[in-house]
């Protein structure tokens, strides 16, 4: 009988691979699915039973009116932040699209957001934007107004506020996606279109545009991503004031679990996330993948 | 319509004014922040945009200096946590992605697609369910705590998915060659897969590296305030009230960032090309 040598090699890796898998099922799957057990009970940490509530939590999702609010807010900067570092984000790549070492530095300085802690970057803006912060102090002093201006005081402005800073983080990384992008698109594409006559708006239309489709897939998808699970920023810039107007889902759900103790309902707004941020990732994905088998 | 070389010249040198000042627009908030380190109060205050002239070490030396060793510990804290997580990450998530790769295509695509879901779910979803989980096993405001989270979770998942991607590449006579020599899989992986996926591990360390460091929720939530902080935890408790010390701030924030900033300076070709291939698949 001969012995096949496949069979005895799966060993000795395996135990590695599985205590892998053991640790990413007890601090992933397991997770996920005690938040859905969790989000069926009343669970509060401060009292030492809970109780089986069926579907309850999932009921007051829909009358929660601080949730909707939340839910708004979230709405506003993903489709704020996902327009504005594309667009921009384009932009500059174009700009910066060139071989000279000026324009290597350039796009190094404009990834650094990226690299800082969403903390920091929120420090930083905040003693610019704040009440009697750096902007305010250097508007006064070139006499441009008269009192300080409420960046981050009014709930128009604070969102306004999350939304820039909340881009000026991810513009850098939509820059380096269409910077590739557009480095991929082959020469002769464009001697070609100008061949035919066509004007340089034209040669977007239809060189660029189609050619950086799958650039435009992955740097939307993330920005949704980075967007739906939004903390940092705002605990630092606004605390998610004033008057509760710029608390993401994500930010009201820690409220709800570790300042209101309501574990049980705030379970049910995680896997509520869960599956918002599951639907519209996926079904952006395939809508924008479908559009560039189109194009 | 051909330009002449002389205007042709006039347009590059505009561009790159242009893109200079758009450039120098977009970093101000870093310059500020990065000049204002070295400045005093009242330099920052009645000229933000000014440079650091005199020049003063005062910010960074208070920061270090301080009475709670917030800034040290918080930095000696950031630096055990990251290079424990990375440390332990990249052999298991290696070993793993190498023996996932080996196995069928319907398992493989089975524990690819259980993988995935790490990729996506937001963190806030299973910090409260972990932070039960470490209570239960006596691991609960602890760094060991901590880094097994780092571990287990969604970090796992992306690396996985950027060994798995570069293995793809890997040439399966390289592999079936050191089987047929009689090499088990546990030796293979270590003299043979680990030095062909070094690109892979670069990239894995880097963001890995990155994004614990500047973790935020995990530390504020699994340590806790009792148990001293991470780095970025820690300027949010030292800096979370509304002061106006600006000095202060820039120079916590200084020592904060410098760590990351010089790293993806250092290792900017292999960052791009990382972020690139991880994001192309």
């Known amino acids: ?295 | 319509m051909r330009r002449s070389p002389g205007l042709r010249r006039l347009g590059r040198a505009g561009h790159l004014v242009i893109a200079w000042f758009i450039t120098f627009a977009f970093v101000l908030p870093i310059y500020i922040a990065l000049s204002s380190a070295f400045k005093s109060q009242e330099q920052i205050l009645a000229n933000p945009l000014g440079l650091p002239a005199p020049f003063t070490f005062d910010n960074i030396l208070t920061a270090l200096t301080r009475p709670d060793s917030l800034v040290v510990n918080g930095l000696l804290n950031s630096v055990l946590v990251t290079a424990l997580s990375v440390v332990i990450l990249i052999p298991l998530s290696s070993a793993l992605s190498f023996w996932i790769s080996e196995r069928r295509p319907l398992l493989k695509g089975i524990l690819l697609g259980v993988f995935a879901l790490g990729l996506m779910v937001p963190p806030q979803v299973v910090l409260l369910p972990i932070v039960q989980l470490l209570h239960a096993i006596g691991l609960a405001n602890s760094y060991p705590g901590l880094i097994l989270s780092n571990v287990g979770g969604g970090y796992l998942s992306f690396a996985v998915f950027v060994y798995v991607g570069f293995l793809r590449s890997v040439p399966r006579e390289v592999i079936e060659a050191a089987r047929v020599d009689g090499a088990s899989d546990l030796r293979i992986w270590w003299t043979v897969v680990l030095p062909l996926v070094r690109p892979a591990t670069a990239t894995v360390g880097i963001f890995l590296g990155l994004w614990v460091w500047n973790d935020f929720l995990n530390p504020l939530f699994i340590l806790g305030p009792l148990q001293g902080q991470t780095i970025t935890t820690g300027i949010y408790v030292a800096l979370g009230g509304y002061s106006a010390d600006y000095g202060q701030l820039f120079g916590i924030m200084f020592l904060a960032a410098i760590i990351p900033v010089v790293g993806y300076l250092v290792s900017q070709r292999e960052f791009i090309h990382g972020l690139m291939s991880g994001a192309s698949k």
Not at chain 1, 230 to 245: E, F, H, M, Q, R
Not at chain 1, 261 to 267: D, K, L, Q, T, V
Request: charged share 10%; with cysteine; glycine share 6%.
């Open chain 1, 1 to 295: 009988m001969t012995r096949r040598p496949l069979r005895r090699t799966g060993l000795g890796l395996a135990p590695i691979a599985w205590l892998a898998i053991v640790l990413y099922g007890a601090f992933l799957l397991y997770p996920i699915l005690q938040s859905v057990l969790t989000s069926l009970t009343d669970r509060n940490p401060l009292k030492t039973a809970s109780n089986f509530v069926g579907l309850d939590n999932y009921a007051e999702l829909f009358t929660d009116a601080r949730l909707m609010e939340s839910l708004r807010f979230t709405a506003i900067v993903v489709v704020v932040v996902t327009l504005v570092s594309n667009t921009l984000g384009l932009l500059f790549a174009m700009l910066l699209n060139r071989t000279s070492a000026n324009y290597r530095i350039m796009r190094t300085l404009i990834f650094i957001p990226q690299v800082l802690s969403g903390v920091i970057v929120a420090f930083i803006w905040r003693s610019i934007l704040t009440q009697n912060g750096l902007l305010n102090v250097t508007l006064q002093n070139l006499g441009l107004v008269d009192a300080p201006i409420s960046w981050l005081g009014t709930p128009e402005l604070a969102t306004l506020s999350i939304c820039t800073v909340v881009s000026w983080i991810t513009i850098g990384f939509s820059t380096v996606v269409y910077t590739a992008s557009l480095q991929s698109v082959p020469p002769e594409l464009y001697e070609a279109a100008r061949m035919d006559g066509a004007s340089a708006l034209g040669r977007f239309r239809n060189v660029t545009f189609p050619m950086i489709a799958p650039g435009v897939t992955i740097s939307v998808v993330l920005c949704l991503i980075t967007t739906f699970k939004l903390y940092d920023v705002i605990a630092v810039l606004t605390g998610g004031g004033p008057a509760n107007s710029t608390r993401s889902t994500a930010f009201y759900l820690i409220t709800v679990a570790f300042t209101n103790n309501r574990f049980g309902y705030a379970s049910a707004i995680a896997i509520f996330l869960l599956v918002l941020t599951a639907v519209v990732a996926y079904g952006v994905t395939s809508l924008l993948r479908r559009r560039e088998a189109r194009i």
